[in-house]
């Protein structure tokens, strides 16, 4: 009796040991297997990671291209439009004459005359016109004339007036007495006057 009960202890005590082997290998195995988990989904992350790097750095080489392509195209142009613009420079003489003592209607009168004109032409106009503001015009022309020679060395042969216009002034207001103590006012109007002279091609 006593043999077979030592023998059921020792029986009972081994499977107690080889349950807890098994558990023991059981958790082992577990842990491994999510170990082995653990750095499959690190190398996907990684993986996915580069992948993305890598477009990134595509799409930034691929911008920086088309911006550098975009570059090469646009400095032709340029260059184009500013030879076009050094073609269609003209040179242009100014004079300008401001709060002349004569309104502008009365200026514009006499630039209808001449506007368009060459320049020797106008100025035998101007000297035969008996109107007032033939003489403020002259006096201009002459000017614009001196302008274009001395500093932009046009030719006088060439010389036309391309604009001439005359806008009003400042107005000086006086007072003359009238009747029965009363005052109307007197409007003495001034004008600006320019004229822009072009060489005739």
Known sequence: M??????????????SEETKTAKAETKSSNKTESKTAEKKVAETKTATKKAETKVAEK???????????????????????????????????????????????????????IRGKNVDEALAILKFTPKAGAEVLEKLLKSAIANAENN????????????????????????????????????????????VLKERV
């Open 2 to 15: 006593a043999d077979e009960k030592e023998k059921k202890v020792t029986t009972a005590s081994k499977k």
């Open 59 to 113: 799409k930034e080489t691929a911008k920086t291209e088309t911006k550098t392509a975009a570059k090469k195209v646009e400095e032709p142009k340029k260059a184009v439009k500013v030879q076009k613009e050094s073609d269609t420079e003209e040179l242009v003489a100014k004079a300008t004459v401001k709060y002349a003592r004569i309104s502008s209607r009365k200026i514009a009168i006499v630039a209808n005359l």
């Open 152 to 195: 932009n060395q046009m030719s006088h042969s060439k010389l036309y007036i391309a604009e001439i216009y005359s806008n009003q002034g400042p107005t000086l207001k006086r007072i003359r007495p009238a009747a029965k103590g009363s005052a109307v006012r007197i409007r003495k109007r001034t004008s600006n006057t320019t004229i």
